[in-house]
Structure formats: C-alpha cells, structure tokens
C-alpha cells in the first residue's frame, strides 16, 4: 500500500489514445489549449500555462519577476525542497520562515518579523513563496496584507492545494501567479507536469516566452536571452483533462480515507491529526503528530509497524533549514516545523486505494494502538528519542 500513487484509469487511457491518434505528438496542440483554459476556470484565473513541472513553473516566476542574484526570497522552512531551489536557481537566497502548529503553513506574524528585519538590514526582498501545505491554504488574510504593506510581491506554491480554497477562493489564485504540480504523487497527475496560473497579462506573456526557449516571433531562430525547455507534452495535457474531470471524486476519496484515520485515532492521547480538514482542504495527504510523552510511542513505532504489514508511511517534510544544502541560508525559527518533521507521520492517502485496503491499513493501525505500544513500553519505552532526525527515512522521497 504506497502513500499516494498515481490514480488513473479508462478515461486517461481514452484522452491519451485521443490525443496519440490526433498526431500533436509535442510541446503544441489542442489538449494544452484546453487543459490551459479548464485549469483557469477552476482555479477563476484569467490565464494558466502548461508546464514541465511544478518546478519549472516556480523558476519561471522567479525570473518573471526579475530576481537577482544576492536577493532575499521568503520560504517556509517547511515544504518540498522545489521551492527553495527555484529561488536559488535565479542566484537569490532563500530565507526560511517557520510554520504554525495547526496546519504547518507559514506563520503570518513570523513572517512579519522577517520581513521587518530583512528590510532594516537594508536586504531586497524579492518576493514572499507560501506553500499550501499538504492541500490546506496558508492564511492569506494575514500573508496579503503583510507581503503588501512590506511592497512585496507573493508566488503561491500551490503544487499540492489545486481543488482547496480559502474564504471561498480557489488555491492557485492568491498571489501575482500561483503553482501547480501533477508529479505522479499529488492530487492529480500528467506522470510529471506543472502548471502556472496568474491574472497579470505580461507576467504570464513573458513565461510562455521564456519557457519556449525566449525565441523571438520571426521566422528564424532569433534568441535576445537565455530561455528554457519547460512545455507540457500535449500528450500529458491530455491525460491531465481527465484527470481534471475526476478531481472531485478524488477529492472525495481522500477525504474519506482521512475521515476513517479520524475514527481509527478517536479517542488515542497525544494523537492528532495535522490540518483542520476541513471542507476548504484537499486532503491531499493525511499526517499525523504523535507525542509520544503522552502516547507513550513515536510515529516512527507505527512506521515500523505498519511497514511491515507492507504498508507504507513517511514523515513530514524535512525542514529545509535542517537540508544540509541550504546550511548556509538564513532561518527564522519556532520550534514548530523541526517538532512536526520528529513527530509527524503520513499515512496512504491516495484516491486509488480502495475501501478494503482502506479497511486493511485501519486494521493494522487498530492492531498497533491495542498491542504495540504496551510491546514497546515493555522495551524500555517511553523515552523521548528524536525520531526521523538523521534517520534514513527523509521527505525526500515523497517525490515520486
Ligand atoms: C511537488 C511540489 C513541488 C514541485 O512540483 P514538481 O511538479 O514535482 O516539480 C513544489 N512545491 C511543493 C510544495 C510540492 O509539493
């Protein structure tokens, strides 16, 4: 039982034969133009551009923006390591901002703070990159006005929140441009694939340009500046419209398995469940936060355990400020994101996993709350030994 495994089935296998037969076998075609127009209208932007990867679509925002070497970019300490590369491919610097208990999204008032003080030391802060952790919206009441007040413009890496919203606003939606990922983990998928959405008619003018090679409009190839190979397959796009059709069943799946995860863990001391989930949430993954003070087991104890069973977990992102290569990036820190990557655990999530094999992982974790950690008490247990931290197992991974 993997974590979040690609979930596709007869329609992507029809859009793609569709596709293959039309003979727009490349980076052009009809499924593009249409995947472009649907993901706008879901996300209610004026404009979205397929892309390569969600990667691809953070780097080409970096540069859309004009940042340069030696500027400051605010990023949560906790995410995927594709946000802070895309800063540090431009030459800028990423500056890591903790994150809230709750939700694991960036702290507004830490991030005030950050801002303050980077503009006092007379640093240019080129733009702020939130991240909608695990498919819940960061608070965008409180980042907007603060990245305004300060004159800096945000990026919304919303690489694992399409289909969530805040206050009624589809995710994607919130910044100058906003992000999405269809590597084959997240919520959908095009096998790899990205896409960046953004009201602002020259923004998104200048990363189409720049993600065709910044080849001039003249019948020969005539190149001003360095530009990148960054466009979706139109195969892929078409993969991704059925996708796209499903997104709301799929939803509906993985909010259902977080809803038997909820019942499984009820009533377990020193358990909870990372996110609100609510009806705003993608519920892309489920985690959740073990004390184990209180429970009197680590996360990494129900790991193992279900590891066994053949099931598989992984914990929380490993805070960027802990990657050994960003050792030298400056850190804004709380506590917080270092205590969720110790003590946090994901659990399978994906939309493909069935109600039975949803049965069989709550079985597994029922088996563990009444018998392993007496087991493991009568090991010496309960101690608070840092889980993960240094271990083999890292976030890493949870990139396909
Ligand atoms: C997956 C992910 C990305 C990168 O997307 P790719 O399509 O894999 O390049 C960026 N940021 C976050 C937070 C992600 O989870």
């Keep these: 039982m993997l974590l979040s495994p690609p979930d596709v089935g007869p329609l992507e296998e029809s859009y793609l034969l569709r596709a293959l037969r039309s003979g727009w076998v490349a980076p052009i075609g009809p499924d593009i133009d249409a995947f472009e127009q649907e993901i706008a209208e879901r996300v209610g932007t004026r404009h979205a551009v397929a892309l390569s990867s969600g990667t691809a679509g953070l780097h080409l925002a970096m540069v859309a923006l004009g940042i340069q070497r030696g500027d400051a970019v605010v990023v949560p300490t906790l995410t995927f390591v594709a946000t802070a590369n895309a800063v540090t491919y431009t030459g800028a610097e990423p500056v890591f901002v903790d994150c809230l ?129 960054y466009r979706l397959s139109n195969l892929l796009a078409a993969v991704g419209r059925a996708q796209l059709r499903r997104l709301d069943a799929m939803m509906a799946r993985r909010r259902a398995h977080r809803s038997r995860y909820a019942e ?59 990657q050994p290569v960003f050792a030298d990036a400056d850190a804004v820190l709380n506590g917080v994101a270092e205590r969720l990557f110790a003590t946090g655990l994901t659990l399978p999530s994906g939309s493909g996993m069935s109600t039975e094999q949803a049965d069989r992982v709550c079985a597994e974790i ?17 101690r ?11 976030g890493r991974a949870t990139s396909l």
Excluded at 104 to 128: F, I, M, Q, Y
Aim: glycine fraction near 12%.
């Design 101 to 229: 208990p709750d939700t694991g999204n960036l702290d507004p008032e830490l991030l005030d703070r950050t801002l303050r003080k980077l503009s006092a030391s007379g640093r240019r802060v080129a733009a702020v990159l939130p991240v909608d952790m695990f498919g819940s919206c960061a608070d965008y009441d409180r980042i907007l006005p603060i990245c305004a007040a300060a004159g800096v413009p945000v990026i919304e890496d919303a690489a694992e929140a399409l289909g969530a919203s805040h206050e009624g606003r589809p995710a994607g939606s919130f910044g100058r441009a906003g992000v999405l990922s269809f590597n084959g983990n997240k919520i959908i998928t095009t096998s790899g694939g990205g896409m960046l959405v953004s009201d602002d008619d020259i923004l998104v003018e200048r990363c189409r340009y720049l993600a065709t090679q910044a080849r001039q409009p003249v019948p020969h190839y005539e190149h001003t500046e360095t530009g990148y190979n």
């Design 384 to 394: 608070a030994r840092p889980s993960h931290v240094g271990g083999t197992a890292d």
């Design 366 to 382: 029922d088996d563990f709350l009444h018998d392993g950690p007496r087991h493991d008490a009568k090991a010496g247990f309960p």
């Design 264 to 322: 499984v863990f009820g009533a377990t001391a020193g358990v909870r469940i990372l996110g609100s989930g609510d009806q705003a949430a993608n519920c892309w993954l489920t985690s959740i936060v073990v004390d184990p003070e209180v429970s009197g087991w680590r996360s990494a104890d129900l790991a193992a355990h279900l590891a066994a069973a053949g099931i598989e977990t992984r914990p929380v992102w490993k805070p960027m400020h802990l």
